[in-house]
């Protein structure tokens, strides 16, 4: 089992910015990916980015630019940093890990209104 807790959601205005953290504890493998998905009121849960453990990065296009996923793998901890929030950022996120399966956090919600 892994279990993953996030963290750093809440109400943010547009333009501003919030970080995510997401600890991972348990039976960890390594290499490993893990990633941040999200999910908004009446649509699909899409993705938003992923980081494996040599820090190769991959971005869904509408947050190119605006958000930056980093880790540590020593603490098992991946991290979301965005910016210039925009209210179709609104989702709860999810944080992802895939190593021998793959595991979901409990999300966190992400609210970008003025």
């Known amino acids: 089992q892994v279990q993953l807790v996030e963290s750093g959601g809440g109400l943010v205005q547009p333009g501003g910015s919030l970080r995510l953290s997401c600890a991972a504890s348990g039976s960890i493998v390594s290499p490993n990916v893990m990633g941040w998905y999200r999910q908004a009121p009446g649509e699909e849960r899409e993705f938003v980015a992923n980081?494996?453990?040599?820090?190769?990065?991959a971005y869904a296009d509408s947050v190119k630019g605006r958000f930056t996923i980093s880790r540590d793998n020593a603490k098992n901890t991946v991290y979301l940093q965005m910016n210039n929030l925009k209210p179709e950022d609104t989702a709860v996120y999810y944080c992802?890990?895939?190593?021998?399966?793959?595991?979901w956090g409990q999300g966190t919600q992400v609210t970008v209104a003025s």
């Open positions: 992802r890990y895939y190593g021998a399966k793959i595991y």
């Open positions: 980081i494996n453990s040599g820090a190769l990065t």
